[in-house]
């Protein structure tokens, strides 16, 4: 009686004939592979192909193929964990623990192949990395391709022997916003409109992209609504307000003349498939700022963060470092010396009800709309005084 495989003498032969002229060496780093899948009838196999594994790309093992940030090409970082922190060198601390959040400091780097090359790093918490909480900040991050929003060097989460794990960002030279309205106010000057008016549309961008995916900044010259992306999951910051907007003259505008505002601290946000459950979301609302949340928290909404804005932008324009809630609630967010396009903006940035707030993906063209009628009526672009940031 012939053997049971008999029947597959043909296919041996084909299976080694495409073993020898299409697989090659499995062992080749970084090449395509190939599985051949036996069929269940007498036709010839079949060859099926797959892509090699890769790791998250927000992990440090992909560290080497990061994308460099708004600052620039970067130097690609080696992949080996244990050797993303020996590529930097602290130069100092700028901030201390931040007890009750996230980090356990932000400090000053540079590059230790480059001196002249500085990034910021930011220190998480061990009990953070664990929960995933430093994970998620760089896995948004890592998602996120803007030039108003933070860049992502690279991170270590994996090695916590230091009891914290690290996240390497773009260094912004110019400070925070929080930085500049303390120095106006210093001063005794008010912002120019024309500056608070390039924050506001920069912000609406950074904010507009994060639920989208897409720069509106085109959309925004056309009057068009931004269309989100089909693969792309909005992302809630959750977090904004001045000490989390940060300024640089990297990237600027030709059309402007004002630095770049830069959105960053990514520690609260949350992606929408996971906002939606009460309980992921309910983890995170202590470590958000109270000031700034909107009122609808810890209920998942859209429009938050546009929310959020609004309360920054009133700071900005009242030189406070929190929102005056006895003028808010007046209905006075802006001083009256501005124009009535940016009083009424924020204020319908800071309704209460969330279903009468702009829509992200319509706030970017509002606001360069009415930038535009308020330039062309007052006038207001001025130069900014060099002592408005922080040398």
Known sequence: MPGAFDFWDPGRQIRREVHREVLGDYSSPGRRRYSWVRPSTREPPRVSFSEPRQPPRWSSS?????????????????????????????VKALTGSDRGNFNEGVYLVHD???????????????????????????????????????????????DLSPGYGSIYMQFCELGSLFACIKNFKQHGRSMSEGFIWSIFFQLSL??????????????????KQTLPRRDWVPILHRDIKPDNCLITWKDVSSRSGYPT??????????????????????????????????????????????YS??????????????????CI????????????????????????????????????????????????WRGYTSAIPDWAFPR
Request: glycine content about 8%; aromatic content about 8%; overall charge positive.
């Open 62 to 90: 992909y560290f080497g193929s990061m994308r460099p940030s708004q600052q620039g090409a970067h130097r690609s970082f080696s992949s080996s964990s244990s050797q993303v922190r020996r590529r930097f060198v602290t």
């Open 112 to 158: 230790k192949n480059n001196p002249r090359a500085f990034y910021i790093e930011k220190r998480i918490k061990t009990k953070d990395v664990q929960d995933f909480h430093g994970w998620r900040e760089v896995k948004a991050l890592d998602s996120c391709k803007h030039r108003n929003i933070v860049g992502l060097i690279g991170s270590e989460l994996n």
């Open 206 to 223: 950074a904010i507009c992209y994060l639920q989208t995916g897409c720069d509106a900044t085109e959309d925004a010259r056309e009057g």
């Open 261 to 306: 505002l830069v959105l960053g601290d990514f520690g609260c946000s949350l992606k929408k498939n996971h906002a939606k459950e009460r309980r992921e979301i309910s983890r995170h609302v202590s470590r958000c700022q109270p000031k700034f949340t909107a009122p609808e928290t810890p209920s998942y909404s859209t429009t938050a963060d546009i």
């Open 309 to 326: 804005l609004g309360k920054t932008m009133s700071c900005v324009a009242r030189l406070t470092g929190g929102p005056d809630e006895h």
């Open 329 to 376: 609630a007046e209905g006075r967010p802006i001083p009256s010396h501005y124009s009535d396009d940016l009083q009424g903006l924020v204020g319908q940035c800071i309704e209460y009800d969330k279903n009468r707030r702009p829509r992200a993906t319509d706030l970017p063209t509002y606001v360069y709309q009415c930038k535009k009628r308020a330039e062309r």
